[in-house]
């Protein structure tokens, strides 16, 4: 199973950027897959989640500005992110709810004026 990230990169605060994870071996619309995420200098922390069913959850720190979803038909899960500012700066990753998978190279997400 491998799991690669993609679609960051460097926004202005404000700004807005669509992260994609997509995976090999592995069926996304039968598991709770997650976004993460891990800013220099800290613990790699949890920012949503999507389960099997459809409901999502956010850490308050995203709440209302990040979106979480899935394309069941291209095995791939995705986290919209608006109004972007300078504390989002991090590596974000995605793995499964129960973190049960070999972590990606993540996408580095950049958030400066």
């Known amino acids: 199973v491998q799991l690669v990230e993609s679609g960051g990169g460097l926004v202005q605060p404000g700004g807005s950027l669509r992260l994609s994870c997509a995976g090999s071996?592995?069926?996304?619309?039968?598991?709770?897959m997650a976004w993460y995420r891990q800013a220099p200098g800290k613990e790699r922390e949890l920012v949503a989640s999507?389960?099997?069913?459809?409901?999502?959850w956010y850490s308050d720190s995203v709440k209302g500005r990040f979106t979480i979803s899935r394309d069941n038909a291209k095995n791939a899960v995705y986290l919209q992110m608006n109004n972007l500012n300078p504390e989002d700066t991090a590596v974000y990753y995605c793995?499964?709810?129960?973190?049960?998978?070999?972590w990606g190279q993540g996408s580095t997400v950049t958030v400066s004026s």
């Open positions: 793995n499964t709810r129960d973190k049960t998978l070999t």
């Open positions: 999507i389960i099997v069913p459809g409901s999502t």
């Open positions: 071996g592995i069926i996304f619309s039968v598991i709770n």
